[in-house]
C-alpha cells in the first residue's frame, strides 16, 4: 500500500552537531518530495523540496537526497541548533496507487531534540 | 515563500454546535486547498482536497456531511464541522497549492492550525 515511514521516531543531537533524519517511500511514481518542520502548536513550515530527476539539492544548512534505487529520501541539517528542535515531516507527491489521483503522503514524523 | 492564514487560531464549544475555520492565502492564488486534522504526537491526516469552484474531494472515512467544505474564491477556504462532538477535538490545518507571480507550484503551503476543543 501507500506509505511513508521513518526509520527513527525521535532524534537526539547535540547542538552544533550535523543531524540526519531518514524516510522511506513506497510509490515509486511519486515524482516529488518535500521536508517540513513542525513546532509544537504551529503548522508544518517549508523546509526544502527536491525532484525526482535530482538526487541532491541544498538550501541553507540544509541538504536534502534523494534515492530513487532504495526509495529513500533524508535530511542533513548541518550545525545543528537549538530552534532546530521540532517534528520533522516528509511527504510526498504522487499518483495514488489505489485512485490514481495526485496527493500528498505524509511520514509519520521525526521529533529532533537538540541537546545544549 | 506562500503565506497561508487560518482564523481562528484556537476555538472552544459545546458539543452540538457547528464551528467554521477559515483558511486564507494571502499573497498568492490557491487553486487548490487542502484540509488535514492532526492528532498528538501524530502526521498529518488528509481529510480532503478542495479545487476553487468545485466541490471537494474526501478521504475514505471522511464524512461529507459533517465536515463540509466551501471553497469559493481563489483566497478562501472554509471547514465548518457540524454539530461537533468531543471526538472531533483536534489540530486542524488547511494547505494550499495554487500560482504566485504567474507560476505554477505543486508546494503545499501551510497555515499554523486551528485548535479545536469540544466540550
Known amino acids: 500500500g501507500e506509505s511513508v515511514g521513518l526509520h527513527l521516531p525521535t532524534l537526539s543531537v547535540q547542538e552544533g552537531d550535523n543531524s540526519i533524519i531518514n524516510c522511506a517511500y513506497s510509490?515509486?511514481?511519486?515524482?516529488?518530495f518535500i521536508w517540513y518542520k513542525q513546532e509544537s502548536g504551529k503548522g508544518p513550515q517549508f523546509i526544502i523540496d527536491?525532484?525526482?530527476?535530482?538526487d541532491k539539492r541544498q538550501g541553507q544548512r540544509v541538504t536534502v537526497l534523494l534515492n530513487k534505487t532504495v526509495k529513500h529520501l533524508s535530511l542533513q541539517i548541518a550545525a545543528t541548533q537549538p530552534g532546530d528542535s521540532a517534528v520533522y515531516f516528509c511527504?510526498?507527491?504522487?499518483?495514488?496507487?489505489?485512485?490514481?489521483?495526485?496527493?500528498?503522503?505524509f511520514g509519520t514524523g521525526t521529533r529532533l531534540k537538540v541537546l545544549a | 515563500g506562500a503565506v497561508v492564514s487560518q482564523h481562528p487560531s484556537r476555538v472552544i464549544c459545546k458539543s452540538g454546535t457547528s464551528v467554521k475555520i477559515e483558511c486564507r492565502s494571502l499573497?498568492?492564488?490557491?487553486?487548490?486547498m487542502f484540509w488535514y486534522r492532526q492528532f498528538p504526537k501524530q502526521s498529518l491526516m488528509l481529510m480532503a482536497t478542495?479545487?476553487?469552484?468545485?466541490?471537494?474531494?474526501?478521504e475514505q472515512g471522511v464524512e461529507k456531511d459533517k465536515f463540509l467544505i466551501n471553497h469559493a474564491s481563489l483566497t478562501l477556504s472554509t471547514l465548518t464541522v457540524t454539530s461537533a462532538h468531543p471526538e472531533d477535538s483536534s489540530f486542524y490545518i488547511c494547505?494550499?497549492?495554487?500560482?504566485?507571480?504567474?507560476?505554477?507550484?505543486?508546494?503545499?503551503?501551510f497555515g499554523p492550525g486551528t485548535r479545536l476543543t469540544v466540550l
Open positions: 478542495s479545487n476553487e469552484g468545485s466541490k471537494a474531494t474526501y
Open positions: 494547505s494550499a497549492t495554487g500560482t504566485s507571480g504567474g507560476e505554477i507550484t505543486d508546494t503545499q503551503y
Open positions: 510509490n515509486s511514481a511519486s515524482d516529488y
Open positions: 527536491i525532484r525526482s530527476n535530482m
Open positions: 511527504a510526498e507527491f504522487g499518483s495514488s496507487t489505489t485512485s490514481g489521483t495526485y496527493k500528498y503522503i
Open positions: 499573497d498568492f492564488q490557491a487553486t487548490t
